[in-house]
């Protein structure tokens, strides 16, 4: 009786507001927030004493940290709208012109219809058709020639500088319609650029938990600005060019997309959707474009990484892999993503990398745009809420033994098909913010995985200790640096991965 009055009573008082760590004037929960650890893994062991959701100060931000999937699914699926915004922060500002992109644009308008082209011009080039399957391949191709390159010389690779070039120029030739060779300077400079604004955005910024420190020299704000600079010049030019050689017959690539949707827009003076209205400027056209090289290239070049590295750890995981490959693409052809049904380990597989490693652990922040709540929790306008997928991807109660890598958890009994064990794995986010590079992120892991796996087994050189699989936490989690030893396997010379090449996918 006494508890179901005490139910009453708190249901007449209506929402509580979630247990809170401590807090002070202006430096809010800092001092609470002091961890070896970085931010995913520290919030997951916060649960202990505040338990699965909590909120926290941020400077003068209240933050709420999500740590379980029912309220992750509310957050994201169920109030999904409620939680669509993004909070504005001095490096995200830099980045994207005051948020005119769309991962760190607010929910607008404006945002809706910039996520519904780039969602489209994707689409075009999404699952079934051959043109993306052609792109990703000519890549895969480049990568193994340099990784049997390599071999025939018997050295080892850092796999970082390669791969990252294989996937941005997927992401080239979908936004600009172009790709780089090895060594090209426009090339070299974008990778130098974008690694210097994952090095500094966003990055435990504490210009972005307090504002006013901006007006001190920051060196970090400085490289960010420089970078910015750089990568505004490279896209302006894109856009020049696209718009002197444009044509309404031809769509080529998400910048022709773009401009198509602008000037429509501006030529339709009747519709409810003109130019002004949705807020078409050539500033946001950019910033859209950079976003998609932003999000699509250090995520799955990471990922790669990181599967790559577990592989190394776990050679009889690479050995499943391969023998699946020889039995059902067998040596005559290259993998294609027809192959992927008939590929469930190696689905299992990525499916494991990125529930083990996700590489936005922490997603991008969610707002609340309205008074609301989660579960019995109130939360006001304006709170920034943070889901953890590492909580959510290791919960002991979601996962048998989550520390260990074991792509047989995605298998059904009879290790023929794939399912989703547990409702707590979200490595894309969902609802209305779900990736946008989803399917096209996973078109890449499988097509580069499996054609590198069908041509070689990996390891570290001999004498090399195995990389660490801690990683280090900035705009992504991302595994350290090492060398890769890429042994040929049997019958996989150069001539025949050149020859291969040749008949199945310039044809
Ligand atoms: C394996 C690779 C990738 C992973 C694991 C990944 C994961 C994610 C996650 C977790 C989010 C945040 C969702 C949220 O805040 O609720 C996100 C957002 C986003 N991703 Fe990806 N992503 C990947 C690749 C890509 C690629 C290739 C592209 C572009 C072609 C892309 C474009 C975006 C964009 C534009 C957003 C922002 C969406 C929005 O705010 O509306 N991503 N991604």
Not at 387 to 394: A, D, G
Not at 431 to 451: D, I, P, Q, T, Y
């Amino acid at each position: 009786l006494l508890v179901v009055q005490l139910k009453l009573k708190m249901s007449r008082r209506g929402p509580q507001e979630p247990p809170h760590l401590p807090a002070l004037p202006v430096i809010g929960s800092l001092l609470s927030l002091r961890s070896p650890h970085p931010p995913h893994v520290h919030f997951k062991e916060l649960q202990q004493k505040y338990g699965q959701t909590y909120s926290l100060m941020m400077g003068s931000h209240s933050v709420i940290i999500v740590n379980q999937h029912t309220h992750a699914k509310e957050v994201l699926l169920k109030k999904g709208k409620t939680f669509a915004g993004r909070p504005r922060t001095v490096t995200t500002d830099i980045l994207t012109r005051d948020g005119k992109d769309i991962a760190f644009g607010d929910y607008s308008a404006t945002w809706r219809f910039h996520r519904k082209i780039v969602h489209g011009a994707l689409c075009m080039f999404g699952e079934g058709s051959a043109s993306i399957e052609k792109i990703i391949c000519a890549e895969a191709q480049s990568l193994c020639a340099v990784l049997s390159e390599a071999a025939a010389a018997g050295l080892a690779l850092d796999l970082s500088p390669e791969l990252t070039r294989a996937v941005t120029n997927v992401v080239c030739s979908l936004c600009f319609n172009s790709t780089y060779c090895r060594g090209d300077p426009e090339f070299e400079g974008m990778l130098h650029y974008s690694q210097g604004i994952v090095d500094t955005v966003a990055k435990d910024s504490l210009v972005d938990i307090f504002p006013w420190l901006q007006i001190f020299p920051n060196a970090n704000l400085h490289l960010l600005k420089q970078c910015v600079s750089v990568r505004d010049k490279l896209l302006q030019k894109k856009y020049d060019e696209h718009k002197a050689d444009y044509s309404d017959h031809v769509q080529r690539d998400l910048l022709d997309a773009l401009v198509r949707a602008k000037r429509s827009a501006e030529n339709n003076n009747t519709a409810e959707i003109s130019a002004e209205s949705v807020g078409l400027s050539e500033d946001h056209l950019l910033m859209t474009v950079g976003d998609i090289f932003g999000a699509g290239v250090e995520t799955t070049t990471t990922v790669l990484k990181w599967a790559i590295t577990y592989l190394i750890h776990y050679p009889q995981v690479q050995r499943c892999i391969q023998e699946e490959l020889d039995s059902k693409v067998g040596g005559d052809r290259s993998p294609q993503l027809s192959d992927r049904g008939s590929l469930p380990y190696l689905e299992a597989t990525i499916r494991e990398v990125l529930r083990i490693r996700p590489v936005a652990p922490l997603l991008i922040p969610h707002v609340a745009l309205s008074d609301t709540s989660i579960g019995d929790f109130a939360v006001r306008k304006g709170t920034r809420v943070i889901i953890n997928l590492w909580s959510l991807h290791h919960d002991e109660r979601e996962w048998r033994n989550p520390e260990l890598f074991d792509p047989g958890r995605f298998l059904n009994s009879e290790g023929t098909g794939l399912t989703i064990p547990s409702p707590s794995y979200l490595p894309f986010g969902a609802g209305l913010r779900v990736c946008l590079g989803e399917a096209l992120a996973k078109m890449e892991l499988f097509l580069f995985l499996s054609w590198i796996l069908q041509r070689f087994t990996l390891s570290v050189p001999p004498g090399h200790s195995l990389p660490s699989l801690e990683g280090k936490f900035g705009v992504v989690l991302q595994p350290v640096k090492y060398k890769v030893h890429a042994m040929p396997r049997p019958g996989w010379d150069r001539n025949k991965c050149q020859h291969l090449f040749e008949m199945n996918c310039l044809s």
